[in-house]
Each structure stands twice: as C-alpha cells, then as structure tokens.
C-alpha cells in the first residue's frame, strides 16, 4: 500500500461483507493485540461465531480497494438497553465486560436496546500509525447514527498506558498536554473527534487463568506470588503460586460520543 492509506480504504458492515468476518480474525489483525486480552471469557458471548453473526450491522471492516479481500481492520459494536432497564442508571465500573453481558440479557430478555458501545477497533500492526484507527472510529459513529443511535458510547483502552502499568489509572487518564487535551494518544483522538469522557471503569475486562495458561500466552515464567509486569497490560498482573493461578484487572475509561 502507497499513498494516502486512511482516505483510500473502504469501509464496510460485516452485512454487507459477511465473506470477511473469518478473515478478521486471522494473525494479521489478532497480532494487534496481545494474546492474553483474547482469554476474557466474557467475550464469548459477543465473539462466539452464532453471537457475532447477530451483529453483523454494528461491525465494520476496512480493505485496500487494491487488496479487497484482505482485510486489514475491523470495528465491533454491540447494542444495549440503557436507563430504562432497572440497575442500569449509569454506564457500569466492569465496562466492557458489563456491556457485553449486558447485551447478552437483552438478547435472551428480548429487551430492544436503546443505546450502542464501542467494543474494540484494531489495525494490523503494518498500517498503525497511519491514521487507520481513527478512519475506523469515524466509521463507527457514521454507523451508529445510521443505525438511529444518538449517542455512541465506549469504554477505551489507553494505548500508551500500557509504558506505565503501575501508574494509578485515575492519574494517568487525568493527565493532560499543553494544549488541554488528553496525554494519552487514542484517547485525545477521541476527545478530538467529539467524545466527552464519562467515568473510569476500574474493572472493564477481567482475564483469569491458571499459570501454565499465563505462561503459554505471555512467554514468562510466573514463578512467584505477587505482582507481574505483562507487555501490553495497562496494569500488573496479580499472580499465586499457592493457589495456581494469575489474574488480569483491566481499567478502562468511558466515553461518549454525541451523534445528534
């Protein structure tokens, strides 16, 4: 790819491009992320394949008009029932998780939802930093508002707070550059492209597992109680020996995007 990538990729549904939604999850994209954030179990009730095809509408994919079935982001959404449902009065402090979970209860419940949450944008790691994630995050707005939603909401992941995992979050997310805006990268495009920042969700995602799993996922060797510093968590790891297991507490902040 040459030239101005953002501008020339196009941007579709996963309804309109379902040929692609297997694609998205090849190791092209999937090594965007480290491979511990993909054991949230929570997830499964989004990302399993008969739950995913549920929402073909509130996810989008990126390709190269050049390479149109290759594609190199994806953009997930999921739609929730909000404020009217009883203990629902605020966005939650398990962010993403609660979000997802919550979605799952509306489908059972067959409540119609009323509000949409930003799950994940992710670009494969050869175009970052060229202006893709944020192609991505206007597309997820223009979708929502085609969708009817008036506000499009997400619980973000700091991408740079992952240099300082034992900064308090409250401290880092709090911090801010000489014009204002928001020190941390991802969030400040937020902020520039509209969003107003709600509240901190201190539990947003929650990875658990046993220490043969923390090994096999990250390459260390978790062979003592205490706190571990994990490349790619925004915050230590939490690890016993005595009881066998690691657990990743993931904060996240909330946002929300006015679409009216």
């Not at 949230?40 to 989008?60: F, H, M, Q």
């Not at 930093?129 to 223009?142: C, D, K």
Request: aromatic fraction near 8%; proline fraction near 8%.
């Amino acid at each position: 790819m040459t030239g101005d990538i953002a501008e020339r990729l196009v941007v579709a549904t996963f309804a309109e491009r379902p040929d692609l939604l297997d694609k998205v999850f090849g190791p092209e994209i999937q090594s965007a992320v480290p491979e511990f954030m993909r054991h949230d179990r929570t997830g499964a009730l989004y990302y399993g394949d008969a739950a995913l095809r549920r929402y073909l509408e509130y996810g989008l994919v990126a390709v190269d008009p050049a390479e149109p079935d290759r594609p190199v982001a994806r953009a997930f959404c999921v739609p929730f029932a909000f404020r009217d449902t009883p203990g629902r009065d605020e966005l939650p402090a398990d962010g993403w998780d609660a979000v997802i979970r919550w979605a799952h209860e509306d489908h059972v419940g067959q409540r119609r939802p009323n509000a949409v949450s930003a799950l994940e944008i992710m670009v494969a790691p050869r175009l970052q930093g060229r202006g893709v994630s944020r192609r991505m995050l206007l597309a997820m707005r223009a979708n929502a508002r085609r969708l009817g939603f008036r506000d499009l909401y997400g619980p973000l992941r700091p991408t740079e707070k992952d240099k300082e995992p034992l900064t308090p979050f409250a401290e880092y997310v709090a911090r801010r550059r000489a014009d204002g805006l928001p020190f941390d990268a991802w969030v400040c495009a937020h902020v520039r492209a509209g969003a107003e920042i709600v509240r901190i969700a201190p539990r947003s995602m929650v990875v658990a597992g046993t220490l043969a799993e923390w090994r096999g996922w990250t390459g260390l060797p978790f062979d003592k109680s205490g706190l571990a510093i994990v490349p790619g968590a925004l915050s230590p790891v939490h690890v016993s020996l005595e009881q066998d297991h690691a657990v990743y507490v993931e904060p996240n902040l909330w946002v929300r995007h006015p679409l009216s």
